[in-house]
């Protein structure tokens, strides 16, 4: 299980919170100006990177906050989290 | 290659198994080939025999970063079923079983297909309703499909706990008597042998680094042994497609999980058929060795590290005593997880991609392994004549821009 800091609430169980996928995705303005393809892209495409990923959790069961973490999807490290729009702090490093 | 039967079986033991040939070359890669599949799991190997077969297409080669069946192949839980929901997964599904039932005889090699049936419990009255809904479009479909009420289900595993005093009690059934298991190690050898015999070149520990393009064509793959000219290239990578085909500069809607898996110490025959629940995400089967073979849900976070969280197997363990009650003084011997690709609508991308010349077939999710032939005989037919098979046309990758997705989310029996 990994052990992941909210930015609010400090280090707690993975089992508290709920994954929401890579992070970063920005919903496009004006939808109806948009191909059927960009569309998609934005709705279905990801980047399912193996290795450095940035990824939206939500402390679910704490706070009920969003906040970014990187992590390397290979190993499970966590390398830093970030409140929503602001830049990434150091977290934890444990993996489990 | 040498066939088998009861009589080269008699000719071995008489020489202490010796000299039993091997079963597939190892040749070094040629510079070109027609077709170069990259993966070597069952899917990229049956690709590669029914291309051979069906479509006299030899000069294929099948490229593994590691060792063939070392992957998803080799860490499922061996479950073959086809009871989906919607008409263009149980086509393919139904297809794909129908290989299966004759796919020994096919490839001269025991891949040990035992229809036990397939029981997927309900444990609401929306489960029931959902259950009783698929039982009807199975049946509509022509695949065999019987609902059962608690007290056929118990009559049929005497061990499942169908009192009314557990959590989620079981309330009944759908039983798929055509579904059960197959041995994965063997789907695997089997096809290899077989594809091997007919002229294609497996090649172990060629990791695939690069795809060339000219022109918005493939034109090969640069590999850890070099660069292989190829006419085709065909994807079947499963939990790594992402990654390879981002080397083409194509972005697909997968993300990648681990999925785990567990065995219990063997023991005596206790159950005979395989049993799931999506409710309380819990499956087992009884191998012939005698383990009980224990299917997990996938981590919630994506992951390429093949190993999950315990927490995820305990849940699945949980939901395992409540139903078998029996079970809850075994040992388990091994744990396991394997790296599945979850398609938005859990459902596979089987067909060609915006580059000439390059194929995808991935996003199965959890459920790759009972597709095994069915989807190596659509994708064979789909990279030889250029344009996809009437059974996988609804699985293109175009359905994630025109919106015709194909649902089988938590409807195929099982929540992926």
């Given at each position: 299980m990994l052990l992941i800091t909210c930015p609010w609430c400090g280090p707690r169980y993975e089992s508290e919170f709920s994954y929401g996928g890579e992070a970063g995705l920005i919903r496009p303005k004006d939808p109806a100006a948009l191909s059927d393809e960009e569309w998609g892209d934005y709705l279905y495409m990801r980047e399912n990177k193996r290795g450095p990923h940035v990824e939206q959790w939500c402390h679910a069961a704490g706070c009920r906050r969003w906040f970014n973490v990187s992590r390397d999807t290979a190993t499970n490290q966590i390398k830093g989290v970030s409140r929503i729009g602001e830049s990434m702090l150091g977290g934890n490093t444990d993996a489990g | 290659m040498m066939r088998h039967s009861i009589f080269s079986l008699v000719r071995n033991a008489l020489s202490y198994h010796e000299k039993w040939p091997q079963m597939w070359r190892s040749p070094e890669p040629k510079e070109e080939y027609d077709v170069v599949i990259v993966g070597g799991g069952g899917h990229g190997l049956a690709t590669a025999y029914y291309l051979a077969k069906e479509h006299g297409i030899s000069k294929v080669a099948v490229l593994e970063r590691a060792w063939i069946g070392g992957g998803a192949t080799g860490r499922n839980t061996e479950i073959v079923r086809s009871n989906y929901l919607w008409d263009e997964s149980s086509r393919l599904y139904e297809m794909s079983l129908k290989l299966w039932e004759s796919l020994s005889q096919e490839l001269n090699y025991n891949v040990m297909?035992?229809?036990?049936?397939?029981?997927?419990?309900?444990?609401?009255?929306?489960?029931?309703?959902?259950?009783?809904?698929?039982?009807?479009?199975?049946?509509?479909?022509?695949?065999?499909a019987e609902l059962l009420d608690a007290q056929q289900v118990g009559a049929f595993v005497p061990i499942l706990n169908t009192s009314s005093h557990i959590r989620y009690p079981v309330l009944g059934a759908s039983l798929q008597r055509r579904g059960g298991t197959g041995r994965h190690d063997a789907v695997a050898w089997g096809f290899a042998r077989a594809a091997d015999a007919r002229g294609v070149d497996i090649i172990q520990n060629c990791e695939v680094t690069g795809i060339r393009r000219e022109n918005g064509r493939v034109t090969g793959v640069e590999t850890s042994r070099g660069f292989i000219r190829a006419g085709k290239v065909g994807l079947a990578v499963a939990g790594n497609t992402s990654i390879l085909a981002q080397m083409a500069g194509i972005r697909l809607p997968l993300e990648s999980h681990p999925l785990q898996a567990l065995v219990s110490e063997p023991v005596k025959p206790v159950l005979h058929s395989v049993v799931m629940s999506n409710a309380v995400h819990a499956y087992v089967s009884q191998t012939d060795k005698g383990e009980l073979l224990i299917g997990a849900g996938i981590d919630a976070h994506s992951g390429y590290g093949q190993r999950g969280g315990l927490a995820v197997i305990e849940g699945a363990m949980a939901a395992m005593v409540e139903l078998f009650p029996i079970f809850s003084r075994l040992r388990m011997n091994r744990q396991w997880a394997g790296t599945v690709d979850i398609c938005p609508d859990a459902c596979p991308i089987l067909g060609k991609t915006p580059v000439s010349g390059l194929f995808v077939n991935c996003g199965w999710g959890t459920g790759g392994f009972k597709s095994t032939p069915g989807s190596g005989w659509v994708y064979a037919y789909t990279i030889a004549k250029n344009h996809p098979h009437p059974l996988n046309e609804p699985f293109s990758l175009e359905r994630f821009s025109t919106g015709a997705l194909i649902d089988e989310h938590g409807a195929a029996a099982v929540a992926h």
């Open positions: - | 297909l035992s229809q036990r049936g397939v029981f997927n419990l309900g444990h609401t009255l929306q489960d029931m309703r959902d259950l009783s809904r698929r039982v009807h479009a199975n049946r509509l479909n022509g695949i065999d």
